[in-house]
Structures are given as C-alpha cells and as structure tokens.
C-alpha cells in the first residue's frame, strides 16, 4: 500500500491498471492451480510418453481452447448460472467421469495389445478433441473458476477489464504449464521403450485416469 499526501492509503497499481498486490498473489496462486493433479495433466503426460512432446501439444492445445471458453463464459457469468442448474450440472459431471475413465480404460488397454499397437499415433485432431473434452468436462475448472477468480478482482475497478487480463494470464500459464509437464514426461520416453516399460506407463496412466474418473463420479 502506498499512502498519498494526506496520509490516506491507496493500493499498489500495476503497468496494466489493475491492483498489484492481487495481480502478484493471482501470479502464485494460478501456476498451483493449473500444477495440481487433475485430468488434463495426466491426459498430457500420458500423450507425451506413449508419443512425444509434440504429438501431446495437440492435447494441450485442446484443453486451452476449452479454458478459454470456459473462461469467457466464467467473464458473462455464465459459469454461476451453471452451478445454479443443479441436475444439468450433475449430469455434465457425470459425463466428464464417464469420459476420463473410458479414456483411463483404453490406456490400460493398450497394455496388452502390445507395442505394435503403441507406435501407431492418434491423428492430432483425436488428441485435440480428447482435451477439449476432457477439459470441458473438468470439475477443477467448471466448480472453481466462478469462485477462483472474484478474489482477485478490486472491487474499485472495472471489473471486465480484470477478468480479461486474469483470464488471459491464466490461459497463458495453462498452456506454459501443461507443455512443462508434457516435456517431463517426454524425458521419460527412452527410459520406458522397453516393452515390459512401456506396458508399466499404460497401466499406470490409465490406472490414474480411471481413478480420477472414479473420484469425479463420486463427488457428482
């Protein structure tokens, strides 16, 4: 806080026009967001082991395409509408759940058709629409978002203005963050080449998606 010439605090103001105290605290608090397990990250790391970083940034690019739909959405107030919709609700959760354990199912799957199978990649546009829907249909973001970023928001100034800045920033560290996970994950690709490895990453992934799938059903 700054304190003008007749001793009255005003708060710190950033390049962008917004309250920089919240702007920082939104910078820490979104990467946490965005790191935390959910299905999108293990959609992307499993993309990016079984067929490289580049293969997996069709995924990314899908789950930000639905964040950034989301996000415009969650700007229009669309976001609070959907949670008063409470049996419309429901069911897009339980759709979401049925989706990531499906998704978890063929992973494991893959397992045991062998690695023949395993080099042949999806066609980018499946990878691409797998997170769109994955990340359409992820409670993390659809629960959250309504609530996640009024508190950054200076109820002194515009608050349109906030929200797209915030939205923007965020979309920016989702892509940042997803593609980081999905280059860790393509370091592991020669060390899991092995066929009894790379049997090990399908069931691990897939089991992972399946129990995140589990989870999200059970809290629907």
Known sequence: MFRNVDGTERPLTSG???????????????PLLVLSPGPVNVLVMAHATAYGWRPAMATN???????????????????????LLGDWFVVLRWAGAGYVVYLG????????????EELATPSRASMFW??????STNPKSLLL???????FVDPARPAPFQLAVLGLTF???SMAGFALLGALAHRLRPFLRAPWRA??????????????GIGLAVRA
């Open 145 to 151: 978002f309504p609530v996640f970023f009024p508190q």
């Open 199 to 212: 049997r090990l990453r399908d069931r691990l992934f897939g089991g992972v998606l399946i129990l995140l």
């Open 16 to 30: 962008l026009g917004m309250n920089a105290e919240l702007l920082v605290a939104f910078l820490v608090a979104a």
């Open 171 to 173: 979309l920016a560290i």
């Open 105 to 116: 199912v063929e992973q494991w799957r893959a397992a045991s058709r062998g690695q023949a």
């Open 61 to 83: 690019a899908g789950a930000c395409v639905s964040l950034a739909v989301q996000l415009v959405f969650m700007a229009l107030g669309v976001g609070t509408l959907l949670l």
């Open 130 to 135: 797998q997170g769109v829907l994955v990340s």
